[in-house]
């Protein structure tokens, strides 16, 4: 993904930009950044935190909510897509489902979920330190999958980032969006 959106950097010829992430893609985000440190003025993070590991101290996700998504990452696109339906109790909708379904080539989400599983992420923090980029970190209040916990660990590790919460996931909450905006003007 990193080297995709860095491509697709250059084929635009942007110079400077922020990069926004949600959830697991916040590796890529960062891997995306550390490519192109001169281009990447800022980060914003949905799902903020330091790891992925549910062995964390605190931890930064659910270990029971991480495996079932490790288990329904197995399943044929359809069936996968609607048990995601189930195991987000609803943050990913019916509706949202269709269509993924429809612009997500076949198993290709299956494939981001178990590479993105596998990752404990143990890199992600001190990333954050060395790009010591600015930083906008959204929490998604509740979620199931990232702790709280984890959440306020990385608040706590760069304290002066801006911070939003979000009662929907931060990929498509309006509260997110504006304080992107926000973050982006500053």
């Keep these: 993904m990193a080297e995709l959106a860095t491509r ?13 992430a949600d959830e697991f893609a916040i590796a890529a985000a960062l891997k995306l950044a550390s490519r192109n440190r001169n281009a990447v003025r800022g980060l914003a993070l949905g799902h ?3 790891t992925f590991s549910p062995d964390a101290e605190p931890p930064a996700v659910n270990a ?16 996968f897509m ?5 195991v987000t109790q609803g943050h990913y909708g ?6 993924m379904l429809e612009r997500i080539p076949s198993g290709v989400a299956q494939a981001y979920l178990r590479e993105s599983v596998a990752d404990p992420g143990d890199w992600i923090g001190g990333a954050l330190r060395d790009l010591g980029k ?29 911070q939003v919460s979000c ?3 931060p990929t498509v ?7 992107l905006r926000e973050f982006c003007r500053g």
């Design 48 to 50: 903020a935190c330091l």
């Design 173 to 179: 909450s309006t509260t997110f969006a504006e304080a």
């Design 8 to 20: 697709k950097l250059d084929r635009l010829g942007w110079t400077s930009c922020v990069v926004a």
């Design 134 to 162: 600015p930083l906008l970190r959204a929490a998604h209040d509740p979620c199931l999958m990232f702790t709280k916990e984890g959440y306020q660990a990385a608040v706590a590790a760069f304290p002066g980032s801006m």
């Design 64 to 79: 029971e909510v991480r495996a079932a998504f490790d288990q329904v990452a197995k399943f044929d696109d359809r069936t």
């Design 94 to 99: 019916d509706d949202l489902a269709d269509r």
């Design 167 to 169: 009662r929907e996931k």
């Design 82 to 86: 609607r048990h995601l339906t189930q």
